[in-house]
């Protein structure tokens, strides 16, 4: 591989995700024909949830020529947000606010320039750890130490972006997945022996998306309407809405005596004993779901939509994949992230080159 042209990458260096990409870069970057083109475009507060700064110096002449040169954007993070918290005037308090504006200025430049763009993004498969650890293991509103990374090309949404497929690989990422586990928690992770585990006669867990977050496919209270007005039309079961947990959306005009609100802040593992399905749009929540016994209704831009259920009308006559379906889901969710290690190694490096060719 090394005997490649070199790839160059321009690296918005944005979370603790990317600079440590830039470290891996530095030092096995030319194993694998990759350089980065520019570690310190942005300049962010260490801490807990960091609101980024020098927001007014991206645009340099040394930032836009490096951008220039390079064969590829990386950043993390979404963009695109409408909604008021994300905006430009919102910036010096909100990093979200900052993180979309700046994604927004390379997403478009890139685009504009025809160069693909690396997004990293929270976790997607390694989401299932929740079901098995307590609150003691670290964790923040970027999930679970250690990290896992998303890693895809020119979007974080299974539709919208492309991934690296599992198909002729001698690496099984599972069995990986299962090894790291072990050696992180040490708990046996039974991932492939799923079984389906919900109520048959339970209700409708209607899981919403973060307002401002534009991962969902319509504005979410907009979604949760639309969602269980179709619910109504199709089902007299219970209908449980549970809201994400920044969310501040009032839902109250829905309630009534079929719908109600889910106002427990425990996790999905304890609060799914008496539900038959849950329906979301393009939460991860998917992934602990599933992992749960859980059928789940999704989105045309969900992770699970492999899975076979994205009509809400059919609500209920539910396809219940068998087990080979969900092992072989599992192991393409796999190669949708990566441990934090194997960026800082450098083993993520030829997947990256992979996705950019």
């Known amino acids: 591989m090394s005997e490649l042209p070199t790839k160059?990458?321009?690296v918005v260096n944005n979370s603790e995700a990317t600079e440590t990409l830039i470290i891996a870069l530095q030092r096995h970057g030319a194993k694998y024909g990759l350089e980065y083109a520019n570690q310190n475009l942005y300049e962010h507060v260490a801490g807990e949830n960091p609101v980024p700064r020098q927001f007014d110096r991206v645009l340099t002449n040394s930032a836009i020529k490096e951008f220039l040169a390079s064969d590829a954007v990386v950043t993390y993070g979404t963009w695109g947000s409408s909604h008021p918290n994300r905006q430009a005037n919102q910036i010096d308090q909100q990093r979200q606010a900052a993180v979309d504006n700046l994604n927004r200025i390379f997403v478009a430049l890139a685009k504009e320039y025809s160069k693909p763009i690396i997004v990293?993004?929270?976790?997607?498969?390694?989401?299932?750890?929740y079901n098995y650890l307590g609150d003691e293991f670290?964790?923040?509103?970027?999930?679970?130490?250690?990290?896992?990374?998303?890693?895809?090309?020119?979007?974080?949404?299974w539709n919208n972006g492309r991934w690296l497929s599992p198909s002729n690989r001698t690496e099984n990422r599972i069995k990986y997945f299962r090894k790291v586990?072990?050696?992180?928690?040490?708990?046996e992770l039974p991932i492939f022996e799923h079984q389906?585990?919900?109520n048959p006669d339970g209700c409708i867990?209607?899981?919403?998306g973060l307002e401002?977050?534009?991962t969902s496919s319509m504005p979410v209270l907009l979604w949760i309407e639309e969602t269980v007005k179709t619910l109504l039309q199709h089902t007299k079961r219970s209908i449980r809405i549970r809201l994400h947990p920044l969310s501040v959306l009032d839902v109250s005009h829905l309630l009534n005596q079929q719908v109600s609100l889910d106002k427990s802040t425990v996790r999905l593992k304890n609060a799914v004993s008496d539900v038959y399905c849950a329906v979301l749009d393009a939460s991860t929540s998917i992934f602990e779901l599933i992992e749960?016994?859980?059928p789940v209704v999704t989105g045309e831009n969900s992770f699970g939509k492999e899975l076979g259920n994205t009509d809400i009308s059919k609500v209920e006559s539910l396809h219940y994949a068998d087990t080979g379906a969900v092992a072989a889901w599992y192991l393409q969710m796999a190669w949708t992230e990566f441990h934090q290690t194997e960026i800082e190694t450098g083993k993520v490096l030829p997947y990256i080159r992979e996705l950019i060719e």
């Open 196 to 198: 389906w585990k919900n």
């Open 8 to 10: 160059r990458l321009f």
């Open 212 to 214: 401002h977050d534009p």
């Open 138 to 157: 670290k964790s923040t509103a970027k999930g679970l130490y250690p990290r896992y990374i998303r890693i895809s090309r020119d979007h974080w949404t």
């Open 120 to 129: 990293f993004e929270t976790a997607t498969l390694s989401r299932v750890r």
């Open 205 to 208: 867990l209607v899981c919403a």
């Open 292 to 294: 749960l016994g859980i």
């Open 181 to 187: 586990f072990k050696s992180e928690y040490d708990i």
